[in-house]
């Protein structure tokens, strides 16, 4: 029998919703969804079963169904509530790897975001999903499914089984902290405060997990911006400096040169882009 809340909606679109449930809320549907069923736990707890599988869910786990599987959840006695956003959804196609979690048993798939701030994300997106699901716009149906496209890639930094997520927490901060802050100088003392680390632990980990130090990687990461404003715009190179935080333009020019071998001139007239105003 298919679940009522299904025949509310047009295929392929999505059903979201958020629940807070207390003591004795339990769904069961014998023989699944015909859609992909995701969950994320907000407060509380709650359990997921299917077949003889069963696993409880808390604060920063993620769950899904996949279609045909036997869904049996709902709250767990202790602490006795379950705050949960939920979402049916028909993937796209690039989806495939970003819900590539741990499968508890098949048809059954679990993930745990250990980081707060970025669990505190995904529920963002994944709260800004529903309210787009439900909304009237012409396009409410494609704003759903980009919030929703953010989380799972916003998940994907912390999922095992994807090159992002064997990262140490601490180094994806000081990543996200260097793209926050390719406009300016930074400190190594700076970067590790941000991530709540000493400069010595951080640097050793971003060194072991990234290949070179964190302020190396800033380097690169400004000059490689730089590269790409030199090929696809007419700014002058001194505004591109600047707008860089080099203040002065000979040292962004020499950098640059040990960066990519030619001159910032040189590599604005091998990309073809238009001249320097």
Known sequence: MVDPQLRLTAPRSILSGYFQQGHGYRSRRHHGTNDWLLMATEDGAGFLATGSSR????????????????QDYGTELDPGHWDFVWAHVDPRTAWAGWLNWHEVSPGMRHLVIDDEELFTAILTSLHACHRDACGALPQHEELARNALERALLLADLANPA????????????????????????????GIAAAC????????HLFRDQIGMAPIRFHEHQRLQRAA???AATAESIQDIATTLGFDDPFYFSNRFRRRYACSPSAYRKRSGAAAEQ
């Open 162 to 189: 994807a090159a992002t997520g064997r990262l140490d927490p601490r180094v994806r901060q000081a990543v996200a902290y260097i793209g926050a802050h390719l406009d300016r100088s930074v400190s190594l003392a």
């Open 55 to 70: 696993i409880r869910v808390e604060r920063g786990h993620l769950s899904c169904y996949l279609p045909g599987t036997p």
């Open 196 to 203: 709540d680390s000493s400069p010595s632990r951080l640097a």
């Open 228 to 230: 790409q404003l030199l």
